[in-house]
């Protein structure tokens, strides 16, 4: 529907500009427009669907975001707009995908690794997570390997999920990797994160990475039904 697709554009280009709300100043030339805070309730009140509106609004945004920080036409004062942006919107989603409709698969154990703060795509993989049916246990930023161990331990979790968002911090998957194993050798281990390629996930010993959230949650529905070929 066009009405729809409206919608999702328009929450696509908040997210990418940074426009959280009518009453956030920035940027500028969308001052006292509605911002990705009242159009996802707005979508949401229309009958667009919350997966809808994370798959083809959200995440098509921070993606621009992404491309436009790596080509050096966007910088960190921006991707925090973006991400304040991102944040206002899934608040109105997160409650559509944790109603426990869904039964539950197992737990995923998602983190972003010790020395990096960043956090919008492993909430934006916890929530296609969910919306699978996985129970996730969502340890937060700047996590070191032992959390990691300690949570993998106390909760049965089926998979791991690193997150890095820097070139500097990603090296430290490596150790998590090996640390994980170590004990649980049976553990999937998925990393993801703009500069995480697939070689990058196989030279470090992880079971895969992939190129967008419904990726990442194919890999651990494939590892989960027997084919561990991630």
């Known amino acids: 529907m066009r009405h729809s697709e409206d919608f999702l554009e328009q929450i696509a280009l908040c997210i990418e500009r940074g426009k959280v709300d009518s ?3 920035f940027p500028p030339d969308l001052a006292g427009r509605e911002g990705s805070d009242e159009l996802a309730l707005r979508a949401l009140q229309a009958g667009v669907p919350p997966a809808d509106i994370l798959s083809r609004a959200l995440v098509p945004g921070m993606e621009r975001v992404g491309r436009k920080f790596r080509d050096g036409e966007l910088f960190l004062p921006d991707i925090l707009m973006s991400a304040r942006a991102m944040t206002a919107a899934l608040e109105h989603l997160e409650p559509h995908f944790l109603s426990g409709g869904v039964r539950r698969k197992g737990r995923v154990v998602l ?16 929530l296609f997570l969910q919306g699978a049916g996985w129970e996730v246990v969502d340890l937060g930023v700047d996590v070191p390997a032992g959390k990691f161990l300690e949570a993998v331990a106390a909760h049965g979790a089926r998979a791991v999920g690193l997150s890095a968002l820097l070139t500097t911090t990603m090296a430290r998957m490596e150790g998590v990797v090996r640390t994980v194993k170590a004990a649980h050798p049976d553990v999937l281990i998925l990393v993801g994160g703009a500069p995480v390629t697939a070689e990058f996930a196989a030279r470090i010993g992880a079971d895969g990475t992939a190129p967008d959230p419904g990726g ?9 039904a027997g084919g561990r070929e991630a």
Request: net charge negative.
């Open 111 to 126: 983190g972003t690794v010790e020395g990096d703060i960043h956090d919008i795509g492993k909430k934006i993989i916890a």
């Open 23 to 25: 009453a956030a100043a």
């Open 216 to 224: 990442a949650v194919e890999l651990l529905e494939k590892a989960a």
